[in-house]
């Protein structure tokens, strides 16, 4: 009688499966290790978002992009290069394809414009809009180091640092 794994079924064997690791380049392994970590640190960033702001993750994701392309246009580049450096990868990914990211704006924007932005891009009535800016960068203080959440928001003028400052 043959057994499962000459019918194709079953996990590979002890040995079969340090086999088909030794086939498998260094290089491929590392990539895919490295793509598997950054995969869990943005869901679990997504879902920390989630929760804090009550969104689905689509939301979710679009609110992050949305409120982090305003926030980045509003502080030194310099500066945003170091936030993103702490941001999960595939949310930074995300932000350099932005359309907007790339966009003119204002060299001085101030809360009014940043909520407008957000409210526009996210399709929301002006009362939702603040409760989710607030949330993206509630999160994304949580991804932050002290220091880094301290230089953003020395940048920040007072009516926008209070969303940056303020807790969900």
């Known amino acids: ?3 499962d794994r000459e019918q194709g079924k ?3 064997q002890g040995g ?3 086999a088909s690791r030794r086939d ?7 990539r895919l290790r490295h793509e598997s970590r950054t995969s869990q640190t943005y869901a679990a960033f997504l879902q920390h978002l989630c929760e804090r702001g009550g969104m689905s993750p689509a939301v979710a994701e679009k609110a992050a992009v949305s409120v982090l392309c305003a926030l980045e246009q509003r502080i030194l580049s310099e500066e945003a290069s170091d936030l993103e450096d702490q941001l ?3 949310l930074t990914l995300l932000l350099h394809r932005c359309e907007k990211h790339e966009d003119e704006l204002p060299p001085k924007f101030h809360r009014e414009h940043l ?3 957000v409210g526009e891009d996210l399709s929301l009535q002006p009362a939702a809009v603040e409760p989710v800016v607030r949330a993206v960068m509630d999160a994304v203080r949580d991804q932050i180091t002290e220091g880094e959440v301290e230089d953003v928001m020395g940048q920040l003028p007072p009516d926008i640092r209070d969303l940056w400052t303020r807790t969900v």
Do not use: D
């Not at 498998?24 to 590392?30: A, K, L, M, N, S």
């Open 1 to 3: 009688m043959p057994n």
């Open 10 to 12: 079953g996990a590979p």
């Open 16 to 18: 079969e499966r340090q």
């Open 24 to 30: 498998t380049p260094i290089e491929v392994r590392r």
């Open 88 to 90: 999960p990868r595939k």
């Open 115 to 117: 909520l407008r932005r």
